[in-house]
């Protein structure tokens, strides 16, 4: 049984940085994309970027390049998502994702549908 868990978020000022953790357990994850999302009240989740497990390798959507940083840490089974220069637009609720046996290319897995499993997601708020 996958598990996913976020932590981190929080409430920011404008121009401050957060750091996202996503801890995955369950299985092996070496063969696994790793996604994070967001998500506003009425809106789709939105794809905020990805990183492919075995070599981590990225791939960012174009609203938080430059700020935004995924990385991981095998040996803690952690995915993270360092979060630079906040913007009141970055105000969501975070989602860690999992695709299982991802061997398509990085801008391939940038739609929530297919991704099998999900954490329960983290607030983070940025204040003007």
């Known amino acids: 049984q996958v598990q996913l868990v976020e932590s981190g978020g929080g409430l920011v000022q404008a121009g401050g940085s957060l750091r996202l953790s996503c801890a995955a357990s369950?299985?092996?994850?070496?063969?696994?994309?790793m996604g994070w999302f967001r998500q506003t009240p009425g809106k789709d989740r939105e794809f905020v970027g990805n990183?492919?497990?075995?070599?981590?390798?990225?791939y960012y959507a174009d609203s938080v390049k430059g700020r935004f940083t995924i990385s991981r840490d095998n040996a803690k089974n952690t995915v993270y998502v360092q979060m630079n220069n906040l913007k009141p637009e970055d105000t969501a609720v975070y989602y860690c994702?999992?695709?299982?046996?991802?061997?398509?290319?990085?801008?391939?897995?940038?739609?929530?549908?297919?991704?099998?499993?999900w954490g329960q997601g983290t607030q983070v708020t940025v204040s003007s």
């Open positions: 990183i492919r497990w075995s070599d981590s390798g990225t």
């Open positions: 994702a999992a695709k299982g046996s991802g061997f398509r290319g990085a801008t391939y897995y940038t739609e929530s549908w297919k991704y099998d499993y």
């Open positions: 369950g299985r092996s994850f070496s063969s696994y994309y």
